[in-house]
Nanobody
């Protein structure tokens, strides 16, 4: 089995910063894409950042220039550095990873974390 656990959420003032961490554990052979999603209060879940195994990144327009996604393949972790936070960044942030397990080397399955709350106060 594989688990994803997020940490680093909390309450921050507008203009401040937070750093989220996602750690994968269990029967991990390798991880292809890792991504961060968020769901604002009353809104739809949306992808905010994604990073490929080779380090290529993509960002939602709303966070471009403010957020940075990174990963450490040796530790099976991903980070989301969030700077210049705005109240509209408030929501539950979820980690997503396309994981190849040791029992299915030619098949990848998408795993999700439980989410971590980020609240940006105006």
């Amino acid at each position: 089995q594989v688990q994803l656990v997020e940490s680093g959420g909390g309450l921050v003032q507008a203009g401040g910063s937070l750093r989220l961490t996602c750690t994968a554990s269990g029967n991990v052979h390798s991880i292809n894409h890792m991504a961060w999603f968020r769901q604002p209060p009353g809104g739809q879940r949306e992808q905010v950042a994604i990073i490929a195994a080779d380090g290529d990144t993509r960002y939602a327009d709303s966070v471009q220039g403010r957020f940075t996604i990174s990963r450490d393949n040796a530790r099976h972790t991903a980070h989301l550095q969030m700077n210049s936070l705005k109240p509209e960044d408030t929501g539950v942030y979820f980690c997503n990873a396309d994981v190849v397990t040791t029992s299915s080397v030619q098949f990848e399955f998408a795993y999700w974390g439980q989410g971590t709350q980020v609240t940006v106060a105006a």
